[in-house]
């Protein structure tokens, strides 16, 4: 027995704004570039591109989310850090992307006086598909309103100090 | 000599200025605990990314990648953050100093991009190429600023134009601490460890460990200016402190030395009255009585 059982990962995700997560967890599984990848403890040393999609991990018997937008991953010596622009939590992102599509759709509907864009549906679509699942953030790409998220996760933090 | 009437417009004006004095440094004190807080927010941001391209740097010492060995460019790009405002002692001299003889240390051309009304100001001035200024958020930085600024040199740096990147700010280490900091982000350094891994191991690179330095290289560009940013905002915020803090200081004691002068000049004007009137009475008495 290597005493595997009785150890533990550490996950770190940092975002320029704060950390979100610093705790001893089982097992992570993050999108990379490649596909999804799966860590546990005892990993060999890692580097990899993050995709846009969900960070999972378990603690225990409970299995936890973070929406991650890009980023960076890095394993090494049992500890899993994530460093990346923006990352959320799932009902906090959900939030957001809800908040964009309706100010983009008032401000298209301004701008445009009425006539109807691609972007615009573009948008409709991809808050329909967020609000089926959180997941459906692989799908969104060309990273549009990511700034936008930027500006709000800004907003937020101002307003929050 | 100056007249009561001076005196009294001197003591109301420094009165004035004191209250000026004062009410900025409460300000500031306001601002440097916010920035202090969004700094020690960001900070473990910056030290994990400053760790992970040390660990990849550990594992991949031998690529030739463009970030780590770039053709010679015979030029350099510095990023220089500074205040937009003044009033904050020798914080932005210091960092105006420090960018300049950085330059003249590497003593090869520079291109600028500056963050600061004070630094694009100073390096105008002496005529060094400004590629890009950004104004509009020392005391307050956005990451989106940081991101642009270092995207700016990062075009440059993939143009071939630079062959290395620097960012010279202010890095905060105590409220009277503020030490102006030059930093190299590209090329990216092969320190002491490269190579050595203790048991041996290898790192795996997804994508491959070029295309992984592809994306990771501009994220850590902007993490590091953001990084900068906050540091260049506290320490400015600090030095204000501490300047209009001796500004009130030297008002008060203006204002005091001036009180004394006034009230010297009222007192020996009212003892005057009062010996002319005594002198008046004893003279109106003599003539009664003769």
Known sequence: MDGRADRKLRLRVLTPYGSLCDREVDY?????????????????PFTAVLNEGLLVYHVDAEVHALVVLGGVASV????????????EHPDRIERLINDLALEKA????????????????????????????????SIIKGRVGIAEFDEDARGADDGGN | MESAQGLKSRLHSISSTRQITRSMQMIASTKVQKTLRRMQQNAPYVERFDDIIRNVMRFAFHTRHRYIAPPDAGCS????VSGNRGLCGAYNVNVCRETVSQIRRMN??????????????????????????????SES?????????????????????????????????SALSLLPFTKQILPLGVSDQSGRDPRGRQMSFEPGLDDALDHVVPLYLSACVYGAMLNAAACEQSARIVSMDAASRNCAD?????????????????????????????????????
Do not use: W
């Open chain 1, 28 to 44: 992570v599984i993050f999108r990379s570039t490649e596909g999804d990848a799966g860590i546990q403890i005892g990993h060999e």
């Open chain 1, 76 to 87: 090494l010596d049992d500890e899993v850090s994530v460093v990346s622009e923006i990352a």
């Open chain 1, 106 to 137: 008032a401000l298209a509907e301004e701008e445009k006086k009425g006539s109807m864009d691609i972007q615009v549906m573009e948008l409709g679509l991809r808050r329909a598909l967020v609000r089926i699942d959180v997941s459906a953030y």
């Open chain 2, 77 to 80: 790009a510095i990023i220089a």
């Open chain 2, 108 to 137: 090869r051309d520079v291109r600028c991009v500056t963050v600061g009304r004070k630094i694009r100001d100073h390096l105008g001035r002496r005529k060094y190429i400004v590629e890009r200024a950004f104004d509009g958020a």
């Open chain 2, 141 to 173: 930085p956005f990451y989106e600023t940081a991101r642009d600024a270092g995207k700016i040199a990062l075009e440059l740096y993939e143009k071939g134009a630079v062959d290395s990147i620097f960012i010279v700010y202010t890095r905060y280490e």
């Open chain 2, 254 to 290: 203006m204002y005091e030395r001036l009180s004394l002068r006034y009230n010297r000049l009222r007192q020996s004007s009212i003892t005057q009255e009062l010996n002319e009137i005594v002198g008046g009475a004893e003279a109106l008495l003599s003539t009664e009585e003769g």
